[in-house]
């Protein structure tokens, strides 16, 4: 334990740097802006479509004419960069639609960034969405038991993060989970021609009840079993150290843990660790459930979400995905 400077009281009063709200903010250790916010947006086909999603209030699926709406309304406010999901209108067991060249997100990709050419567009590279099982990878069946086949579905995703770099992605951002993927994207996107796109890995992201809403605006619930023979065990610290590693070793440029208020020690040590810019994805269920309890006004949303960021902040994350983004962000405006 580091010895923690300090003189003896009445000498020293912590209250006196407490007295006013301008010299609370000159003592602050720790900010929070728009800059560091990044919007979740869930793109689908058709046309005026603003489909929402009930356990998220404020969250929609959007058909690409509303999509551009919201990410310029968030670009407008301050956000810097949203992160795209698709909803494909045919699924299969080869995940086509992730990797298709006219598929949803690439569509949408290639939209934002005709349009809003100053914000960033990030892609969630995986295969759930797009699986007729919902699963992330490839599912070989085995003696009667399904199993998720970790080295084919490295080609797949590979693929995927390729096709959306080349739509204009500026970043990808794997969440599959499977083993060696960093590696196999990066190696992907350096043979053509990509080696500038930055991959930003979901390292640490742990099996958890916190995704239920968005499995609802995803529509990515697997049909059978679960997501625990890939995705981490809640209760493993030095696990998602080595995750974080790994990611980084294989050409991860920005490393996630994911979900953040229950994982804040995580995200702590992983920025303690290793220095590298860290992002946290405030998920679902946190969202909802500051929004049920301001609903029921049992909760200020404003200052208890404000508050939520801040401590993610705090922890150690650079960057904090958040469906929160554009409220956060005019929050921070109006001071
Ligand atoms: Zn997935």
Known sequence: ???????????????????????????????????????????????????????????????LDELLKDAEAAFKVGVPAVLLFGIPDRKDTKASGAYARNGIVQQAVRLLKKELPGLMVITDVCLCEYMSHGHCGIVEHHHGHAHVANDATLKLLARTAVSHAEAGADIVAPSDMMDGRVAAIRRALDTTGLSETPIMSYAAKFASAYYGPFREAAESTPKFGDRRSYQMDGANANEALREVAMDIHEGADIVMVKPALAYLDIIHRVKQTFGYPTAAYNVSAEYSMIKAAAANGWVDERAVTLETLLAMRRAGADIIITYSACDAARWLKQG
């Open 1 to 63: 334990m580091s010895k923690i400077a300090t003189g003896p009281f009445p000498t020293y009063r912590p209250r006196r740097l407490r007295q006013s709200a301008a010299l609370r903010r000159l003592v602050a250790e720790t900010h929070l802006s728009a800059s560091q916010l990044v919007y979740p947006l869930f793109a689908r086909g058709g046309r005026r479509l603003r489909k929402p999603i009930g356990a998220m209030p404020g969250v929609f699926q959007l058909s």
